[in-house]
């Protein structure tokens, strides 16, 4: 069982001050192909992700991939491997996925999932994080290619980016109602008076 490790969170909340919380989300997924993608990752080497929103020239950063439905841009987010500190797995993240350095503003809290398909079920976690973008060529210097491309999107915006999520159909149902939720996870922190100089 991928359990939720609540000093490793105590720590995180006591070294970036601010407001934080847990978000405790039971999400049913229909697709028994994504939701065996799932439970295999978690068996394998992912015990959560790191939810990154990178504000650069006062916008939001958005990413879509090749593969995506038309339209669709989301935070970006990466995986953390068992035994790996979280902020270190941010750090790497935001290099492989986006080839930039970064400052972190705040951690927003964590949600905790509860995933099943018919009688399995799995833990998740997620794990939010403020950044701001210090420097590095955006997309160019990338470790890895998984994002095609970026918006940078204004707070009203990103309110529509994470509804949009929320329209996918077939395959994608179940994936964009988990994206749906951690991006307007981001979109509500950013939402609070204590980000309003950054945005």
Not at 31 to 41: G, I, L, P, T
Not at 76 to 97: C, F, H, M, S, W
Not at 106 to 125: L, T
Request: charged share 30%; aromatic share 14%; proline share 1%.
């Amino acid at each position: 069982m991928n359990t939720f490790n609540e000093k490793e969170y105590i720590q995180l909340c006591e070294k970036y001050k601010g407001k934080q919380q847990i978000k405790d989300i039971t999400l049913k997924i229909e697709n028994e192909q994504y939701f065996n993608y799932f439970k295999n990752a978690i068996k394998r080497d992912r015990r959560g992700e790191v939810v990154f929103c990178v504000i650069k020239d006062k916008k939001i950063i958005t990413i879509k991939s090749e593969e995506y439905p038309e339209g669709v841009f989301r935070i970006p987010t990466g995986g953390i491997d068992y035994n790996e500190d979280i902020v270190q797995a941010l750090v790497r993240e935001v290099k492989e996925e986006l080839g930039i350095d970064v400052k972190i503003i705040s951690f927003k809290g964590v949600i905790k999932w509860n995933m099943y398909h018919k009688k399995q079920q799995v833990k998740f976690y997620s794990y939010l994080f403020i950044l701001e973008y210090i420097n590095g060529n955006l997309l160019i210097d990338a470790l890895e290619n998984e994002v095609s491309e970026v918006k940078l999107c204004t707070i009203k915006e990103l309110n529509y980016v994470s509804q949009y999520l929320l329209t996918l159909v077939s395959f994608w149902s179940d994936w964009g109602n988990f994206r749906h939720e951690t991006t307007n996870f981001v979109y509500l922190s950013l939402k609070e008076k204590n980000n309003s100089n950054k945005l």
